[in-house]
């Protein structure tokens, strides 16, 4: 199995900054595409950002030029750096990740438990 285990969220004012972390373990061979997706309560889920293992980004609009999604292969991490926060960010923030396990052929897509960000105005 692959843990993801996120950090970082928290509560911050408007237009503060906030660095989220989401670290893989597990009995994981490789690591695909890794992103980062939020929800707010009475709404779904919302792509935030996401990576490809060679650092091809993608983001959702109302995101860009506010965050950045990056990683760091040998640490099995991916972090999403958030600044000029607003209140409509607040949400739980979720990782997610592919991975192939060891033994395996099958990709498979594993979720982190969630962060809560909050932004207070």
């Known amino acids: 199995q692959v843990q993801l285990v996120e950090s970082g969220g928290g509560l911050v004012q408007s237009g503060g900054s906030l660095r989220l972390s989401c670290a893989a373990s597990?009995?994981?061979?490789?690591?695909?595409?890794m992103g980062w997706y939020r929800q707010a309560p009475g709404k779904r889920r919302e792509l935030v950002a996401t990576?490809?293992?060679?650092?091809?980004?993608n983001y959702a609009d109302s995101m860009k030029g506010r965050f950045t999604i990056s990683r760091d292969n040998f640490k099995s991490t991916v972090y999403l750096q958030m600044n000029s926060l607003k209140p409509e960010d607040t949400a739980v923030y979720y990782c997610?990740?592919?991975?192939?396990?060891?033994?395996?052929?099958?990709?498979?897509?594993?979720w982190g438990q969630g962060t809560q960000v909050t932004v207070s105005s």
């Open positions: 997610s990740s592919e991975a192939i396990l060891v033994g395996s052929m099958e990709v498979r897509v594993y």
């Open positions: 597990g009995s994981i061979d490789s690591i695909g595409d």
């Open positions: 990576i490809t293992s060679d650092d091809r980004t």
